[in-house]
Nanobody, 117 residues
Framework: QVQLVESGGALVQAGGSLKLSCAASGRTFSFIGWFRQAPGKEREFVASIHWSGGSTNYADSVKGRFTISRDNAKNAVYLQMNSLKTEDTAVYYC????????????WGQGTQVTVSS
């Protein structure tokens, strides 16, 4: 059974930092991504990482502030978020896919990140 479990969401002040974690289990994935959805907005891509090679990809809005990383031994992916802005407030989701040519069929339940001014 595939499971993606996010943790680490919290209330933080603008300019602060937060680290999200995603624990993956059930099968081997090629890519793990982070997405977010703010109230009244569509879900958007944040960052992704190739599980074995470690190559990363970021949305322009978070480049230079967020860092995605993985720990293969723990089957975990992390999202380090620095210099947080109020517009980063959203529910953050961890998702997984099996190749670069498919969508993300596996999703976690999400974790709330709220950035206050």
């Amino acid at each position: 059974q595939v499971q993606l479990v996010e943790s680490g969401g919290a209330l933080v002040q603008a300019g602060g930092s937060l680290k999200l974690s995603c624990a993956a289990s059930g099968r081997t994935f090629s890519f793990i991504g982070w997405f977010r959805q703010a109230p009244g907005k569509e879900r958007e891509f944040v960052a992704s990482i190739h599980w074995s090679g470690g190559s990363t990809n970021y949305a322009d809005s978070v480049k230079g502030r967020f860092t995605i990383s993985r720990d293969n031994a723990k089957n975990a992916v992390y999202l380090q978020m620095n210099s947080l802005k109020t517009e980063d407030t959203a529910v953050y989701y961890c998702a997984a896919r099996l190749s670069a040519f498919t969508n993300y069929p596996y999703w976690g339940q999400g974790t709330q990140v709220t950035v206050s001014s």
